[in-house]
């Protein structure tokens, strides 16, 4: 028989161990998230009553539209995790590429559902004038920025399908700190550093959301981009 030019990695049966062992970073993962979020309500309500009662709306109905193209982009995993397991570490960084570039497609067709319906959606809810312009102006905001959501998970598919999974976990703690750190400086101006809640729209999550897309994607980028460019297999496993 004549062995083919691909090597195969070993198959092996998994246990509920091995699977807890796994999941358990990502679990602590979704937490980072969840407490992140809870860090930005808090100091939103801190701020003022309608900057926190817009966000709650405006950001639910943003994630809404945001979370179905995250779940296309978080596909990326399983080909990532394909080739890792048929031991093709020259295919994982195109796998991890190509759900990059969905993400930006992804992220150009929420900015444009995001400004043709900000203002006409909220005005037609039927809150109170102050309410709803804070919530248009949120919803434009995130809907903006929601390729910098899309990129994220899509990195984050190059550790999770190699079960890098602890890396996850590592990046959802700096950026809770990044996160916490920067809206204390962009909300409230904390060391006399300029705020970003000045001018027409003196509103805390103009700060908040900058901030956030910032931690977001930053940390795993910071890891992931060098890997992605080699088809090295010795890169891949880094």
């Known amino acids: ?26 679990i602590m993962s979704a937490g980072t998230f ?9 100091m939103m309500a801190w701020y003022s009553e309608n900057s926190i009662a817009a966000a709650l709306s ?16 978080n596909y990326g995993n399983a080909f990532v995790a394909q080739y890792s397991g048929a031991a093709r570490h020259d295919r994982t960084g195109l796998a ?34 102050a309410l709803a312009d804070e919530e248009s ?23 999770t399908g190699r079960n890098k999974t602890w890396t996850v976990v590592i990046v959802g703690f700096a950026s809770i700190f990044l996160n916490v750190a920067g809206n204390w400086v962009l909300i409230f101006g904390a060391g006399g ?9 003196p509103l805390p999550w103009i700060g908040d959301t900058l901030n956030s ?13 060098r890997p992605l460019y080699t088809s090295d297999a010795a890169h891949a496993q880094a």
């Open 34 to 42: 969840a407490f992140k979020l809870f860090c930005d309500r808090m």
């Open 137 to 159: 102006a949120y919803y434009l905001l995130l809907c903006s920025g929601s390729v910098f959501a899309l990129l994220n998970s899509s990195i984050m598919c190059f550790w």
């Open 193 to 201: 550093t300029p705020y970003l809640n000045q001018g027409p729209w």
């Open 96 to 129: 991890v590429w190509q759900s990059m570039l969905f993400s930006l497609a992804a992220g150009m067709i929420l900015a444009i559902v995001g400004t043709l319906t900000a203002h006409g959606f909220h005005d037609w809810i039927g809150h109170p004038k």
């Open 1 to 26: 028989l004549k062995m083919s030019n691909t090597e195969t990695a070993p198959v092996r049966t998994g246990r509920l161990g091995e699977v807890f062992k796994i999941a358990f970073p990502l």
């Open 58 to 73: 405006a950001g639910m109905t943003a994630y809404m539209l945001t979370s179905f193209f995250m779940g296309l982009a």
């Open 213 to 225: 897309i910032a931690a977001r994607v930053g940390a795993p980028a910071l890891g992931v981009i």
